[in-house]
């Protein structure tokens, strides 16, 4: 087990409306990465934070936000979602550059 | 830019027969290289680094900076290697984020 929580598992909501994913990392690794997984596009890097701070930005809509609390914890917001939002996000956590990255379970997201 | 790109979206192969999942890349430093497998229903898993140049589970994976390529290859495939591969690039001293190929859904035949 790589340690990366990611909750909820499932989650299943309608066009408009506003989730929150959130992501625990491994016990020690200061960076947590957001990545979406959808069929047509494959792994797309979202947002990358460390130590509390934003590190770096992928293909990440205005209206997706992240943050990571003190706890080093992490939570992606999506709102305003639409049909096309639909796809699997994955947490991944690093203890710092250069090293791996392990991944969370991911949390698949139905929009209807 | 980086860029990695997987040729072959399926690919089958029978037990026993070797198996090569393609990987070229596009970056014009130095680049750290990445296998990740994804069995049904589970997470990413790293597979292999090039730095390490080890064997995991009888893979290896070359890193040829010539032809910018680092395919993934095993001499048997097994029934349990039937998995997603993604082929993986991270840029060396710039940012720490990995930028992943699309993948390659792998299926070994009894």
């Known amino acids: 087990d790589s340690g990366v929580t990611q909750t909820p598992k499932h989650l299943i909501t309608a066009t408009g409306q506003r989730v929150t994913l959130r992501c625990s990392p491994r016990?020690?690794?200061?960076?947590v990465y957001w990545y979406q997984q959808s069929l047509d596009q494959g792994l797309q890097f979202l947002i990358q934070?460390?130590?509390?701070?934003?590190?770096a930005k992928g293909n990440i809509l205005e209206r997706f936000s992240a943050q990571q609390f003190p706890d080093l914890h992490s939570e992606l917001n999506l709102s305003s979602l639409e049909l096309g939002d639909s796809a699997l996000y994955f947490c991944?956590?690093?203890?710092?550059?250069?090293?791996?990255?392990?991944f969370g379970n991911g949390t698949r997201l139905t929009v209807t | 830019a980086q860029r990695v790109t997987q040729p072959e979206k399926l690919l089958s192969v029978f037990k026993g027969a070797p198996v090569e999942l393609k990987c070229n890349y596009s970056y014009s430093g130095s680049p750290e290289l990445f296998w990740y497998v994804q069995y049904s229903r589970q997470r990413l898993q790293l597979l292999l680094r090039?730095?390490s140049r080890e064997s995991i589970k009888g893979f290896t994976a070359d890193l040829n900076k010539g032809e910018t390529s680092f395919h993934l290859k095993k001499p048997f495939a097994q029934e349990e290697d039937s998995a997603m591969y993604y082929c993986?690039?991270?840029?060396?001293?710039?940012?720490?984020?990995?930028?992943f190929g699309k993948g390659t859904k792998l299926t070994v035949n009894p």
């Open positions: 991944a956590s690093s203890v710092e550059a250069g090293t791996p990255l392990h």
């Open positions: 934070y460390y130590n509390g701070e934003e590190r």
């Open positions: 993986a690039l991270r840029a060396q001293g710039g940012s720490e984020k990995l930028v």
């Open positions: 016990s020690g690794d200061l960076s």
């Open positions: 090039h730095i």
